[in-house]
């Protein structure tokens, strides 16, 4: 079983603060997403990656396979970053996803 | 990114309905396409995979008499939950899987939040 562990659980920063979210998983895979969901709200694709990094925009995602570690970067943080930050991994050929229990980001003005 | 739509986005009704969500594909063709329920402060659970054209395939202790999918056409699939009980109450999300020649990426719906009375 393809565990995906995040941290931290829970995260509080202050506006313009560099964030960091981790996540770990146990098995190969074929590519790693970062989701963003807002509080009620839907899932939106951060990133999808597979090996090294992108970058888009404030947002940067970085991965080592080798390693089997996923980093989500946001520079200049800003109240409306805040939603919770969710990893998921592909492994295998049947297209489903792993999820991470994902991480609630809150930005303070 | 492509753009995957669900419909309702809201949905309350009385217990004993069924109650239809429809995911669309908008500018792919998804021949696979995934249904996901999520409980409060909880991780997205996969409840099955719909395949167009072809049953859909469950997870386990998903009742396929309860959640009925079906998967018509390449931008389509549906979600039924018959005879809703306040205990289905949840948001449901569907994904849609668009193949590449590199690579495939799974697209995200807005999600449809369910309440039954």
């Known amino acids: 079983k393809n565990e995906v562990e995040q941290s931290p659980q829970n995260l509080t920063a202050q506006e313009g603060e560099f964030i960091t979210i981790n996540c770990s998983y146990s098995?190969?895979?074929?590519?790693l997403h970062w989701l963003q969901q807002h509080p009620g709200g839907g899932i939106v694709s951060l990133f999808m990656?597979?090996?090294g990094k992108k970058k888009h925009g404030r947002l940067i995602a970085t991965i080592n396979i080798q390693e089997k570690h996923s980093s989500l970067h946001i520079t200049a943080s800003h109240p409306r970053d805040s939603a919770v930050y969710i990893c998921?991994?592909?492994?295998?050929?049947?297209?489903?996803?792993?999820f991470g229990k994902g991480t609630l980001l809150t930005v303070n003005p | 990114g492509a753009v995957v739509s669900q419909h309702p986005s809201r949905v309350i009704c009385k217990s004993g309905t069924s109650v239809k969500i429809e995911c669309r594909s908008l500018?792919?063709?998804?021949?696979?396409m995934f249904w996901y329920r999520q409980f409060p402060k909880q991780s997205l659970m996969l409840m099955a995979t719909?395949?167009?054209?072809?049953?859909?395939?469950?997870e386990q202790g998903v009742e396929k008499d309860k959640f009925l999918i079906n998967h018509a056409s390449l931008t389509l699939s549906t979600l039924t939950v018959t005879s809703a009980h306040p205990e289905d109450s949840s948001f449901y999300i569907c994904?849609?899987?668009?193949?590449?020649?590199?690579?495939?990426?799974?697209?995200f719906g807005p999600g449809t939040r369910l309440t039954v009375l």
């Open positions: 990656l597979s090996s």
């Open positions: 098995v190969g895979i074929s590519a």
């Open positions: 500018d792919f063709q998804a021949t696979t």
């Open positions: 994904s849609a899987l668009r193949r590449g020649v590199s690579y495939n990426e799974q697209f």
């Open positions: 998921a991994v592909l492994g295998g050929s049947n297209y489903k996803l792993t």
């Open positions: 719909s395949n167009e054209g072809s049953k859909a395939t469950y």
